[in-house]
């Protein structure tokens, strides 16, 4: 009994942590995409609008590939 309590609190500890890394690496880009989307509503873009336009799309295409990822990590737990 203690055995299995002490693996379940392991794999609750492991999910926390993991769960942190995601929510970082998903942050990171999301900040990316509305700084840049608030300096050219603002209009104080850096660059040109085009460029901060293509750092958007860089930025999303790289989230939706995190999230893909983590998709795809969900559905192999559940396959093994």
Not at 5 to 31: G, N
């Amino acid at each position: 009994m203690n055995m299995m309590q002490r693996e379940l609190k392991r794999a609750d500890e492991e999910e926390k942590m993991f769960l942190q890394s995601i929510s970082h690496d998903l942050k990171t880009p999301i900040m990316v995409i509305m700084s840049h989307a608030a300096a050219i509503i603002d209009g104080v873009y850096v660059e040109s609008v085009e460029k901060s336009a293509e750092i958007i799309k860089d930025e999303a295409l790289n989230l939706e590939k995190k999230v893909k990822q983590m998709l795809y990590l969900n559905t192999l737990d559940y396959v093994l």
